[in-house]
């Protein structure tokens, strides 16, 4: 459920923010976004700028790759998977591992 969110979000988002997807009748989220030329190195740059602002995340480097940009699926998947790793790192997190440990101890 949370990859059709993120679908949705970078859908408008490409529609609104791109110039070149102003010539595109449907985007749908398994559309090649390089063979559309909606995407090239700077709007994959702005796209990246957007994910990591409007989801409060940071991608790996490795992610960082033009193949997980090839679709807004992709992308999605790319997301969701910062989003879930950004949790796991959390303070909180930790902090909930940790007293749920002093639950279970004698």
Do not use: Y
């Amino acid at each position: 459920m949370r990859i059709n969110l993120i679908e949705r979000e970078l859908h408008d988002f490409l529609l609104s923010a791109i110039p070149a997807a102003a010539r595109v009748a449907k985007l749908e989220p398994e559309d090649r976004l390089f063979e559309l030329s909606l995407l090239d190195s700077a709007a994959m740059i702005e796209t990246i700028a957007f994910c990591e602002e409007r989801f409060a995340i940071e991608f790996p480097e490795g992610d960082l790759i033009p193949d997980n940009f090839e679709t807004i699926r992709q992308i999605a998947k790319v997301v969701d998977r910062a989003i879930a790793a950004q949790a796991r790192k959390s303070p909180w997190r930790r902090l909930a591992r940790k007293i749920a440990g002093w639950r279970s101890a004698p």
